[in-house]
Every structure is written in structure tokens, then in C-alpha cells.
């Protein structure tokens, strides 16, 4: 997913995981290094989004990783380059 720092963003987790949560079984989302997702990274289980309402300055590109039944996903979010505004 690409967005821009200061401006938010949400991303469905892949549709297997989904109907995993779905189903009962726990999503653990962590930083890649299996830490906590930042404060500012939120997860809701029950619709299976990753979302954030402001990405501070200098946080991007940041991944993070889902497990589910042994099943790990990466998922990366990224900066969107800026335009020039000459074209």
C-alpha cells in the first residue's frame, strides 16, 4: 500500500487470512522484527483492516507482518512519490 506521511490509509489483509479471523482464529499482526505495531498502526480484527489515521513524518516505509495457523504474510507500506507539479 502507498500513501503519504501525514495522511492515512487502510488495507484488507489477504482473503485467507480474512476468513481465518473470520472463523475464529487469531490474526497476530507485530512489526517485522516481532515487535508491537506502532502506536500510530491499527489493526481491527473483526474486518480484517490495517489502517491509520495520520502516518507521522519519517515512519515510511514500514512492514509489518500477520500470522495466522502458521501462515505469515509481509505487508509493506510505502511512501507515494511526490509529482512535480511541472507536468
Given at each position: ?9 487502510s488495507?484488507l489483509?489477504?482473503a485467507?487470512f480474512?476468513?481465518s479471523a473470520a ?7 507485530t512489526?517485522i ?13 473483526r474486518q ?12 515510511l ?6 500470522t495466522?495457523?502458521g501462515?505469515?504474510?509481509v505487508?509493506?507500506?510505502?511512501e507515494?512519490p511526490?509529482?512535480?507539479s511541472?507536468?
Amino acid at each position: 500500500n502507498m500513501t503519504s506521511s501525514g495522511a492515512g490509509f487502510s488495507a484488507l489483509l489477504p482473503a485467507s487470512f480474512a476468513s481465518s479471523a473470520a472463523g475464529g482464529d487469531e490474526v497476530r499482526i507485530t512489526s517485522i522484527d516481532g515487535q508491537p505495531l506502532p502506536s500510530w498502526l491499527h489493526y481491527d480484527a473483526r474486518q480484517g483492516v490495517m489502517s491509520a489515521d495520520a502516518v507521522p513524518r519519517g515512519a515510511l516505509p514500514w512492514q509489518q507482518v500477520a500470522t495466522v495457523n502458521g501462515k505469515r504474510v509481509v505487508i509493506a507500506v510505502a511512501e507515494r512519490p511526490q509529482l512535480s507539479s511541472g507536468n
